[in-house]
């Protein structure tokens, strides 16, 4: 467990919100003493907060939590990754998930691929794009991508030839691919403590020990969904949502059966497939908010949190969001900074 002098604080989400708030919330974040802000890819890319939000702090790092791989070329992500990484001076890091061909798909056309495939080779083009464009490129043929650059003219060196990147998991087969290819693993929010500490610590050690890397040499970012109340029965309704919305997605069926709550996830689908998140929410159990929230008093959840550094690095802790008015996610959110804070 890392000491209170060495390890890295909390992160937060910031939203795109107008230029004033995100300038107000950016720096109430570093006031605060939060580490690092993450913005994430639900429909729009994460890139253009993450340049407000560098721009707002002075020294809070900045990451994309997530970027989703495969809706834009590994060539376009690497520029990205340099353009940010030189405006805040060296202070991004690049978050990519695969997601679900429902969104990469559905939301973006993008032909169907083998997700984990196509995510191990955009690490690699994006880590030979930001080592090598300003010295020139050689053509690059992989699966998915190739790319001659015939035409390509070198571009200014970049701030860092090696720009972090960090992998998202929901199941196990991510876990493996972030520790073979990455340099950090971000959770899922749905992970529960009992899946981090068994299947996900398993699965990483064998990763990275096929790597040849150790422990130490990377980083695990855990987003608990986090929500402190002392009225435990509106808690448990307000989590719902999030829950029903994620067990909704096919892909994610075999993560919830092995949590025993197969049933469950296949009535959420349904209702998903019929654009009911009202009707998901209403198939999520209690028990299945208990087994994938922290939910309780500012005592509780704060002794929940401070254990799941025996797993993590860093703790990005987040109210389940979806379904909740703006009014009552505001006071969720500064729940957990006066907690982690």
């Not at 405006?87 to 939301?107: D, E, K, P």
């Not at 080592?131 to 050689?138: D, P, Q, S, V």
């Not at 309704?237 to 919305?245: A, L, Y």
Request: aromatic share 10%.
């Amino acid at each position: 467990m890392p000491s209170t002098e060495d390890r890295p604080a909390y992160w937060t989400f910031v939203p795109a919100l107008p230029a004033p708030f995100l300038k107000m919330f950016v720096q109430q974040a570093e006031e605060g003493g939060f580490t690092g802000l993450f913005a994430p890819q639900v429909h729009g890319a994460p890139f253009a907060t993450l340049g407000a939000a560098a721009m707002a702090s002075e020294s809070m790092q900045v990451a994309s939590g997530i970027a989703i791989a495969a809706v834009r070329s590994p060539f376009e992500t690497a520029m990205t990754a340099m353009d940010l990484d030189r405006i805040s001076m060296g202070r991004f890091s690049l978050g990519l998930g695969a997601s679900v061909h429902n969104w990469t798909g559905g939301f973006h056309g993008v032909p169907k691929r083998k997700p984990l495939t196509d995510l191990r080779e955009t690490v690699a083009a994006i880590r030979y794009i930001v080592a090598n464009a300003h010295k020139g490129l050689e053509p690059f043929e992989g699966e998915y991508y190739r790319a001659d650059f015939v035409d390509f003219q070198p571009t200014p060196p970049p701030v860092r030839e090696e720009i972090p990147i960090w992998i998202a998991a929901m199941q196990r087969k991510s876990v493996s691919l972030a520790g073979e290819v990455a340099d950090g693993l971000m959770g899922h929010p749905m992970w529960s403590r009992h899946w981090a500490e068994d299947r996900v610590r398993e699965e990483l050690a064998d990763a990275l020990r096929a790597s040849g890397r150790q422990r130490s040499d990377f980083t695990v970012h855990l987003w608990p969904w986090t929500l402190i109340t002392d009225d435990l029965a509106q808690g448990i309704e307000d989590s719902r949502p999030s829950i029903g919305f994620y067990a909704g997605i096919d892909q994610y069926e075999p993560y919830f059966e092995e949590h025993g709550f197969g049933k469950e996830a296949k009535a959420c689908q349904e209702r998903i497939h019929e654009a009911d998140l009202a009707g998901a929410a209403e198939c999520v159990t209690e028990e299945m908010v208990r087994t994938f929230v922290l939910l309780g008093s500012a005592e509780e959840v704060q002794r929940r949190i401070e254990a799941l550094w025996d797993i993590a690095d860093a703790l990005c802790p987040v109210p389940p969001a979806y379904g909740l008015p703006p009014d009552r996610l505001m006071t969720y959110s500064q729940r957990i900074n006066e907690v982690v804070n």
